[in-house]
């Protein structure tokens, strides 16, 4: 018991020193973390027969918007790191795939947000025709996650399910 204690303060200290030398990405990462799990949650929530819903025929449909962030955070996440990513959740309509696709976008993200630096964020990359810091890649895919979670929220609220982040409120 005493290792354990030992080790998990250790471990405690070297993600504290972390934040501490890197406050920006240490505050990116954050936010990143907080809408991964919210639209994780999301995405399992909506039952599957309602992947298909569009609340006007003009929109894409609640597994379309699934998959269109998982496909834009491999992308943005692939700027970041010097790769060309392109996502293959278009086309995709069941609730398992597009969840998939979304865990994958996650797993791939979740690299290059843990990896990331102060520094290195401070380096300029090509995004959309113009050039931005890596950072400030990483925290228009915040930006887009939760954008794109805004929408989900009607959807949820429309089929009459409590959206993750209002889970446990009256």
């Known amino acids: 018991m005493k290792r354990f204690s030992i080790l998990t303060l250790m471990i405690a200290c070297v993600g504290l020193a972390n934040a501490q030398d890197n406050p920006f990405t240490a505050d990116v990462r954050s936010s990143y973390n907080g809408i991964k799990t919210t639209l ?3 995405a399992e929530k909506m039952p599957e027969d309602s992947y298909s819903f569009k609340t006007v025929p ?3 449909s609640y597994g379309e918007m ?3 962030i998982a496909d834009v955070q491999l992308a943005l996440c692939g700027i970041v790191k010097g790769e060309q990513k392109k996502g293959t959740a278009a086309g995709k309509t069941s609730k398992t795939d597009l969840e998939n696709e979304l865990k994958a976008s996650f797993t791939y993200c979740d690299t290059v947000f843990d990896s990331m630096t102060d520094k290195e964020g ?5 995004m959309f025709g113009r050039d931005m810091t890596k950072l400030g890649v990483l925290n228009f895919v915040v930006v887009h ?3 794109m979670y805004g ?6 609220r429309i089929k009459g399910i409590v959206p993750p982040s ?3 409120r009256p």
């Open 58 to 60: 003009s929109v894409r």
């Open 166 to 168: 209002s889970e446990g």
């Open 122 to 126: 401070a380096v300029k990359v090509k």
């Open 145 to 147: 996650d939760n954008e």
């Open 151 to 156: 929408n989900l929220v009607a959807f949820l």
């Open 40 to 42: 994780m949650k999301a």
């Open 66 to 68: 699934i998959g269109h």
